[in-house]
């Protein structure tokens, strides 16, 4: 096979939850333990930190790689879903899996694979092990697929566990309520191994303290840790500086509004790092000094270090052409506020969600005076144009109906003048749909 047909295998003739919904996901961690077994516990020869949330885990994991990466680590990073290309998903030092790499290990596994019934997860999270392993990285940046408690990452104990936040989402698998989900993520906790939470609502605190207790591991929630002094958004370069008391001032590329909060959780991690012996040690004073050229440097070029997509990314201008995979209520309660910020003459949405969201939600919280591109992504799970449009006519969202996402984003380009915004968003899908077009 050539990497196009290994790609072609691994999304079509593997159970894939990204593609089937809820028909391609499997409970349990059997399969990943025997193809863990198989390879000879790749996992267990390189250090991790293991990052789950509702929102956000995919900055806080990409932002901590360029982290390490500055300070001279040898990284791997984990991540999903991908927004052009599967190789984006393992990176090592910021460069992607190469295509060479992915053909062997799935013709030479395949047998195995369809032995077990492996899923498009397990073998991605199997592949992305054995290469981390085969590179002796030093750290890796694990983030969960779905959940926690029964993801293929939770194989590996990591030397500091990261729940970035809980919200309502993917509620047929994980739960209808947010103690429920909180429940299944929290399930990524380790004996003895330090616990960050970058939020907690009062009604799911005591549920991730009592499953540290259980498990005697340090929790801290980085919302209390008063290390990020203030934050302000620098429309002029699309930034945001921060101040903080021990690890100086410094820019954060990544200016959606919710990443202050990650930059929160990401600061909290690195003093469980520290405290490891990672990054520098000793005092506050050696820290700050060691650290925050490394920390400027990260922050300020995340997405060049580590390839990271979508998150409030400006990819034009003239007009401003902004796109966000956020795609629940909790991820569109910022995004509403950061569009309703945006200063242009006439806003565009270009926009589509999938099946198993809450587009009741998401869209209530729309702005009401835009002009919509109703779409739909290149993925099973999209809803239908028409279906999306009729739900925006609900709460008074007006616009026309294009089968495809680059029809729609082309729409909405003829339409918008130089001083106009157009944002692109609703789904990974939809981005990733405006990615692939553009590149």
């Not at 290994?6 to 349990?28: D, M, P, R, V």
């Amino acid at each position: 096979m050539n990497y196009e047909e290994t790609c072609e295998y691994l999304f079509n003739q593997t159970a894939n939850y990204e593609s089937q919904g809820q028909g391609g996901y499997k409970t349990g961690l059997d399969n990943m333990l025997k193809l863990d077994e198989h390879y000879e516990h790749p996992h267990q020869n390189f250090k991790s930190i293991h990052v789950a949330g509702t929102n956000g885990k995919g900055s806080v994991s990409h932002t901590l790689a360029a982290i390490l990466q500055v300070c001279g680590y040898k990284v791997g990073l984990y991540t999903s879903p991908h927004l052009v290309d599967f190789s984006e998903r393992i990176r090592l030092n910021g460069q992607p899996i190469p295509q060479e790499y992915v053909i062997d290990f799935v013709e030479e596994g395949r047998e195995l694979f369809e032995s077990v019934g492996a899923t498009f997860f397990e073998i991605t999270t199997a592949m992305a092990f054995k290469y981390f392993s085969d590179n002796e990285v030093d750290i890796a940046i694990v983030e969960v697929g779905l959940g926690g408690r029964l993801d293929s990452t939770n194989i590996i104990t990591p030397l500091v566990s990261v729940i970035t936040n809980v919200s309502l989402d993917h509620t047929q698998i994980l739960g209808s309520s947010v103690e429920q989900i909180a429940m299944e993520k929290g399930g990524i906790i380790k004996d003895a191994v330090p616990v960050v939470v970058g939020e907690a609502a009062p009604e799911i605190r005591p549920i991730f303290e009592a499953l540290a207790l259980q498990c005697d591991a340090p929790l801290v929630f980085a919302e209390d840790d008063d290390e990020v002094v203030t934050d302000e958004f620098l429309p002029g370069d699309s930034s945001i500086y921060y101040t903080t008391r021990h690890l100086g001032d410094f820019k954060g590329e990544l200016c959606g509004i919710y990443q202050v909060k990650n930059t929160r959780t990401i600061l909290t991690v690195l003093y469980e790092l520290v405290k490891l012996g990672y990054l520098c040690q000793v005092t506050d004073q050696a820290t700050k000094i060691v650290v925050q050229k490394e920390l400027s440097e990260a922050f300020l070029h995340v997405t060049a270090i580590t390839g990271l997509k979508g998150r409030w990314q400006t990819v034009r201008i003239n007009p401003t052409v902004i796109c966000d995979i956020g795609h629940n209520v909790a991820a569109w309660t910022h995004i509403s506020r950061q569009l309703a910020a945006l200063d242009c003459r006439q806003l565009h949405i270009v926009f589509g969600m999938v099946d198993d969201k809450d587009i009741y939600g998401v869209m209530s919280l729309m702005p009401k005076d835009a002009t919509y591109y109703f779409t739909k992504a290149s993925t099973k799970r999209a809803l239908p144009e028409q279906s999306v449009q009729v739900f925006g006519q609900q709460f008074e969202l007006t616009g026309e109906c294009y089968p495809t996402v680059a029809e729609a984003f082309s729409a909405a380009m003829k339409a918008a003048e130089k001083s106009d915004c157009i944002f692109v968003g609703g789904s990974n899908y939809v981005v990733a749909d405006f990615l692939k077009t553009r590149d």
